[in-house]
């Protein structure tokens, strides 16, 4: 009896090498232009060839601008981002791994891509150098995110060497009540679990609440599993993955589909098999969920106050708590929805898909955000753009007095010119909180999209649940 | 790779729970495509004032911390972003080993791979090394930490500690395996033809 994670495991062992480590075949390579150039640069040192270009697949997402794209990368104001981006067009182009270059319509980010593509397969290996690579765990692949060290072993080898994770089972049951959803859940549970949680584990996320949500919400799930700590976040591939995958460009088809299928069906965990650690939450009564701190797991609801340093469960976690609060320029106790925003953005990895700009679109059709706040929707990919744009979406976030922006990370992490001041507040729908992370001296709370327009409207962090 | 086998030098203590990578090498000196030079840029956001200023109260902007080699750590050090930036810049700095009493996954692996030892120690030892004056002696071989005539145990996981004490060159050792990974390509190719 195995879990899904020790037959995505055994089904990828090359060689066991001892020490509990083996060398480990990857399937699927996505390539970005942050992590990957001193890994080419290696390669080139060590006169190393890619050893299987048709396995990666590679976009520039990090670093890109998000306005005025029409003269592509020469249109890039940074010159250090500019040759980087290039560097990562020439490396793309001497191997030659498949590329998506920057005006092209499925440009995106590539946890975004990976899957829209059909990239991202059932029982595959998926690897990144991007912490968020767990994203496509969502499918019942064993994904994870890798330095650059291992980028280019990667590149010169489709393997790397591992060390096996300890099996997690996150069981989800009940059903996510109205103005709740997947981001609300993972929020909940790395606050139970706390964010070195699932260190040196695959969490697995099961039950009914799982089964229930969509292969978006799963994809949010599983990009956060990172945030508590575990490299690899699963869910077992059912009817919901396969409808998801049929007719992706790069998904299989005909004979080979059905082979597939009956491939991917044998992979969820077999019953009875046994977990190392298991943690058990009932959503029935969830409310929407906020941060408060700098750190993942400092969340509480909506409806709640921030904490009391003097009330924490441990010293340690009372010193973090003030100092989080001081950063944040947030009073102990104080009612999280007094606390003004500046700035709010919808977007990333985490929750840059069409799911997600709809539920944001739902709380502010024929609604507007508060004077002086600044709302950035940043669709995950030109594909969520162009069909948030079919929908009308884009219109309403307009309306709204939002900026439409390109596709790319964006404010999540900040490395292109979208950023917090220092000192700004906002309500964001990414996946960290960490100090500066948005920008020095900038305060984040990390949202669903839900949430994030409800804060928009209010100006103020609000509970969505007012608008629906 | 460099080896590590045994080191001495003197310690910086930063002793603080969950020291993020976003922390130790902020976003906006990712665009670089080098490895080198990013020493400077070392917890920037703690280092430098807003004027661009050393903070004199950061740890790293006085002695012993200047001159340091040794990073005393808190728990979960290196969570969140998979940057090797990380490792980069604290080995450009001078670090050649942190001394935490855990890391986070992805951290530990890139820093094995950059020859930067990621030493486990227990929290006590880890303040009664903070509060001596003395330099540290590492001895990776004998799993042990040496100051002013005391002895401290420490933890590696094995896998590292090997390639470490080799200074193995990890890519060189896989493509030795390149028979394996052809036959593992083969069998992929008839059983899973659609990956």
């Known amino acids: ?468 | 790779m460099i080896p590590f086998i045994r080191h001495t030098g003197k310690a910086a203590a930063f002793i603080r729970e969950n020291i993020d990578t976003d922390l130790i090498i902020p976003k906006q000196f990712l665009t670089t495509i080098l490895r080198s030079g990013l020493g400077r840029h070392l917890f920037h956001d703690l280092r430098y004032r807003e004027d661009g200023s050393e903070d004199p109260a950061f740890v790293l902007n006085r002695e012993p911390g200047r001159s340091a080699t040794l990073l005393l750590g808190g728990a979960n050090f290196g969570c969140g972003s998979s940057r090797e930036h990380a490792p980069w810049a604290l080995m450009d700095f001078g670090f050649r080993a942190v001394l935490a009493p855990s890391f986070a996954d992805i951290f530990r692996t890139n820093a094995f791979k950059n020859g930067l030892l990621p030493a486990v120690v227990e929290p006590e030892a880890l303040e009664a090394l903070a509060a001596a004056p003395g330099a540290i002696t590492v001895d990776l071989e004998a799993l042990t930490l040496a100051q002013d005539g005391r002895t401290y145990p420490f933890a590696c996981e094995p896998w590292g500690r090997s390639a470490l004490l080799e200074g193995l060159d990890e890519i060189e050792a896989t493509l030795r395996r390149l028979p394996a990974i052809e036959a593992f390509e083969a069998r992929r190719r008839t059983e899973s033809a659609w990956l």
């Open chain 1, 1 to 468: 009896m195995k879990t899904l994670y020790d037959k995505l495991w055994e089904s990828h062992v090359v060689e066991e090498l001892g020490d509990g480590t083996a060398l480990l075949y990857i399937d699927r390579h996505l390539v970005h232009e942050v992590t990957s150039p001193q890994a080419f640069e290696g390669l080139r040192m060590a006169g190393r060839a890619v050893r299987r270009p048709g396995a990666a697949l590679a976009v520039a997402d990090h670093n890109v601008p998000t306005r005025q794209r029409a003269s592509g990368i020469a249109g890039i104001q940074d010159p250090t981002s500019r040759l980087q981006v290039e560097t990562l067009e020439a490396n793309m182009a001497a191997c030659p791994i498949p590329y998506i270059p920057l005006l092209d319509p499925r440009q995106g980010i590539v946890h975004i891509i990976g899957p829209e593509q059909g990239f991202t397969l059932p029982g595959s290996t998926v690897v990144c150098g991007d912490s968020h690579t767990s994203t496509h765990g969502a499918f019942g692949a064993l994904a994870f995110g890798i330095g650059t060290s291992e980028v280019e072993h990667v590149l010169a080898t489709q393997t790397l060497v591992q060390k096996r994770a300890r099996n997690f089972r996150i069981r989800v049951d009940g059903a996510l009540p109205r103005g709740t959803g997947a981001k609300d859940l993972i929020l909940r549970i790395i606050g139970d679990i706390g964010m070195a949680g699932g260190t040196g584990f695959a969490l697995e996320f099961a039950g009914e609440a799982v089964r229930g949500l969509g292969m978006e919400g799963r994809m949010t799930l599983c990009n956060m599993a990172i945030e508590a700590g575990a490299r690899t976040g699963l869910v077992a591939p059912d009817a919901t993955t396969f409808a998801y995958l049929a007719g992706r460009p790069m998904a299989p088809s005909g004979a080979l589909w059905e082979e597939a299928l009956r491939a991917w069906r044998a992979l969820p965990s077999d019953p009875g098999a046994a977990f190392d650690r298991e943690h058990r939450v009932d959503v029935s009564r969830l409310e929407p969920q906020v941060t408060w701190g700098t750190s993942p797991e400092q969340v509480a609801a909506i409806t709640d106050r921030a904490p009391r340093p003097e009330e924490a469960a441990t010293e340690e976690k009372g010193r973090r708590a003030e100092s989080a609060l001081a950063y944040m320029g947030i009073r102990p106790g104080q009612a999280l929805q007094e606390l003004a925003v500046d700035v709010v953005f919808i977007g990333s990895c985490t929750n840059g898909r069409l799911s997600d700009l709809r539920e944001a679109a739902q709380v502010l059709r024929g609604r507007r955000a508060a004077p002086g706040v600044q709302v950035l929707v940043v669709p995950g990919s030109g594909l969520v753009k162009a069909q948030a744009e079919a929908e009308g979406l884009d219109r309403v976030f307009r309306e709204a007095g939002c900026e439409w922006r390109e596709p790319g990370c964006s404010m999540c992490l900040a490395m292109n010119d979208d950023r917090l001041l220092p000192g700004q507040r906002c309500a964001s729908t990414s996946n960290r909180n960490f100090e500066g992370r948005q920008g020095r001296l900038g305060r984040t709370h990390l949202v669903s999209p839900a949430m994030a327009a409800a804060a928009a409207v209010r100006g103020r962090l609000a509970d969505v649940r007012e608008f629906l």
